[in-house]
Nanobody, 121 residues
Framework: VQLQASGGGVVQAGDSLRLSCTAS????????VAWFRQAPGKEREFVAD????????YYGDSVKGRFAISRDNVANTVYLQMDSLKPEDTAVYYC???????????????WGQGTQVTVSS
């Protein structure tokens, strides 16, 4: 399955953004999907994931209460709503699909190309 991430941009601290991850076909609907992010000079970090049916979500500690992940399996799309953005949220955000899900990047077989999010103070 091919994934296309979009929705990044340059915003100010406290603003919101919504990222989208759109898949090339409906096989997407059998996979858990996650968002990871990578800031310059840092390792790729787990942000959030959602189960194949959308009923289970899990968040990294740094984004709990500010970000929300959801999916629309009719549209083959997973969303990441990011509120109360902080400068430390600045990173390239990647979406990824996995048959098992979870917070380990090694569990994910399919990756999108990334979208840049920049939060200015």
């Amino acid at each position: 399955v091919q994934l296309q991430a979009s929705g990044g941009g340059v915003v100010q601290a406290g603003d919101s953004l919504r990222l989208s991850c759109t898949a090339s076909d409906r096989t997407f609907n059998i996979y858990a999907v996650a968002w990871f992010r990578q800031a310059p000079g840092k390792e790729r970090e787990f942000v959030a994931d959602v189960s194949d049916n959308g009923l289970r979500t899990y968040y990294g500690d740094s984004v709990k209460g500010r970000f929300a992940i959801s999916r629309d399996n009719v549209a083959n799309t997973v969303y990441l709503q990011m509120d109360s953005l902080k400068p430390e949220d600045t990173a390239v955000y990647y979406c990824a699909a996995s048959s098992s899900g979870g917070s380990s990047l090694h569990a994910y077989d399919y990756w999108g190309q990334g979208t840049q999010v920049t939060v200015s103070s």
